[in-house]
């Protein structure tokens, strides 16, 4: 019998409401609706146990209208359910009424949403080199594949930084073992990365003639002036070619051909793909929830998903990846100095202004104009960008509508193998600081007890945590380790948009692109409290494994253990940050535990380290005038015993059981 979707809907309606949700099955409030979803169901079914529905977007235009007259519980029945576009929410799919929406997962089973492809029917091509290859669909294209569960490397090679030389233009091949790279295929898919000391910059070929490499604009420009960057990296760094099936060199490498529709994989000895998940992801986000500034989306919770399998192409186009740092990039076309590779290498006047145009990385499960959001027990992983953004900037949201996230809870969940950061929240355009509206304003953001854990794996330059212009961030109790940069951050903007500027930035040129704001920023109150960690500054010795940016009136970062940070900074405060109250946190093992980053032009001013326990390391703090930041009663340690109350911080510091998990 054909049904009209009108009396498909009338009939799941009234089924799922005989389906009274089962007592403890939901988090709170009056049992409510439950409408069953299964890989294997069927959408003319009524969404029950026994007759589960088989897609998400069936179930989400039931619970729209199951809403106004009680609680609804979406429960996904373990398996994988593929999306050919992302979930998306907005404010029809909020809870009303006093009714909340959960999505979450069936007792003891474990649903994963994937924007992925399997990957199948692979034949060895190359024997001698053991490379197999795979039918992909033709113009599909991605940077991340996952290999049995895990992100899998592109095919790479790592060259001296003195086997080229950096044009206005490109490179200059040096080194004849480099002169092959003219005869590859397919030269404009070929990428050249540079890893420096906070930035980690990538930008596409354009063509390769003879022993010039002619790059992709205007990534290339955009790579080559401000700080840190590709051509006068503060420190050098590893430098890597990458995208081409000739840099197949290494075990668990793979390489895509889109317009040929071919994966190449090469195995290790022994090792064959076909019997192996491959995973080609395919969709840039997989949840995008957005309401208006007037109308947000409020009043749903996710609980208990996996989140899988996602890409960023960007990097790969002409845009590239000019990052600055953490997670942020140039994007447009800038008049530039004829003599930029020399004169524009520690920032220049043209160079500010890019700052208030800088993008953010968009995240795989996006969320702004949001309010009462929560995430709890969820698993973001093989994600091939940030896995969670909360209120970033417009560009960052599929939705075009950025900012203005309040009452967004993220707790016990876990975050790993990802390409970019676990989370981030804010923006770092002047409306995340100075909001046109005062709905845009982030606030009151919640992020505790969250493993956050080997992520940032492709822009090594993002922490593992980053809260930028936020109201009231509370970071708690989280572990946060295995990172190339730094663990917790927050704050941007170096003081320049604090309340009567900074003179640095006068002196930089930046008040010739926008005011000198005479209010503070939105930015305060944070807590960083109770978080473990470790693991960090694994590639990029810049920054700390605790950093603040910027004032931060009322911030307190107490009682966290911070270890194994490759003696890098433990606790950094950044140019311009005041007002921060530092104390009762551990700090093993590091080189410098306490630093201020402070001039005689920047507000680095009335900060307090108080209490702190340090074993080694330099104490780098600017006390007395201007800066007036306090050192008061932190112990250096010289016995290798921690006193009971810094043996107690590093007991109780990271993750608190979960009351809600099952055993």
Partial sequence: MRHTARAVLTALAV???????????????????????????????????????????????????????????????????????????????SGRNGHTITWQARPGQAPVLSGGQAVTGWKLHDPAANIYVADTPKGVDTRQLAVDGAL?????????????????????????????????????RIEVESQNSFTD???????????????????????????????????????????????????????????AGKLYYKAAPGQTPAHSDVELPRLSSLVRLSGTQAQPIHDLTF?????????????????????QQSGTFITGTYPQPADVLTSCQLGCPQFEATRN?????????????????????NTFAHLGQVALGIGNDANAHASGIGLGASGITVQHNT??????????VGGVQPDAHHPRNPAMTNKDITITDNLVTDVARDYKDMAGILSTYVTH????????????????????????????????????????????????????????????????????????????????????????????????????????SRYVSLSHNVIQDAGVWAFTNASSTNNTNDN??????????????????????????????????????AQAVMENAGIRPNPGASS
Avoid: C
């Fill in 201 to 259: 910059r990538y930008a596409p070929v354009q063509h390769i003639s003879g022993t010039t490499i002619t790059m992709q604009q205007p990534a290339w420009n955009n790579n080559n002036w401000g700080y840190d960057t590709l051509a006068h990296p503060f420190a050098g760094g590893t430098l890597q070619l990458e995208n081409s099936y000739s840099f197949l060199k290494t075990a668990g490498q793979w390489y895509l051909d889109p317009q």
């Fill in 415 to 424: 975050f790993t193998d990802d390409s970019g950061s676990g989370i981030v």
């Fill in 473 to 576: 961030a509370v970071i708690e109790h989280n572990e946060v380790s295995d990172l190339a940069y730094d663990g917790i951050d927050v704050g941007w903007g170096w003081g320049a948009n604090d309340r009567g500027g900074s003179q640095d930035y006068r002196n930089r040129g930046l008040y010739d692109y926008q005011p000198v704001y005479t209010t503070p920023t939105t930015l305060k109150d944070t807590v960083v409290r109770g978080n473990l960690v470790h693991g960090t500054k694994k590639v990029f010795h810049d920054g700390g494994s605790i950093y603040n940016l910027s004032a931060d009136p009322g911030a307190m970062i107490d009682d966290n253990y911070i270890y194994d940070n490759h003696s890098t900074v433990g606790l950094y405060l950044d140019e311009g």
């Fill in 152 to 188: 899998a490397p592109r095919a790479a090679i790592t060259i001296a930084r003195s086997d080229v030389a950096v044009t206005t233009t490109g490179l200059s091949i040096v080194n004849p073992a480099l002169d092959y790279l003219a005869t590859l295929p397919d030269q404009n």
């Fill in 357 to 377: 145009g800088w993008n953010q990385v968009p995240a795989a499960v996006q969320v702004s104009a949001a309010r009462n959001i929560s995430f709890v027990g």
């Fill in 15 to 93: 089924s799922a409401a005989a389906v009274a949700v089962a007592p403890g099955a939901q988090a709170a409030g009056p049992p409510g609706f439950t409408i069953v979803v299964a890989p294997n169901g069927n959408d003319h079914n009524p969404g029950s146990a026994g007759r589960p529905l088989a897609s998400l977007q069936k179930a989400q235009k039931l619970a729209r209208d199951l809403v106004g007259r009680a609680n609804v519980t979406v429960e996904l029945a373990g398996g994988t359910y593929r999306l050919t576009a992302p979930l998306t929410f907005t404010a029809e799919d």
């Fill in 608 to 645: 307090t380290f108080t209490g702190n326990w340090y074993n080694t390391g330099a104490t780098q703090v600017a006390t007395g005038s201007p800066h007036n930041n306090v050192l008061d009663g932190n112990v250096h340690l010289t016995d290798g015993t921690w006193p009971p109350a």
């Fill in 303 to 323: 609980r208990g998903l996996s989140f899988e399998h996602t890409t960023w192409l960007q990097p790969g186009t002409a845009v590239g990846y000019a990052d």
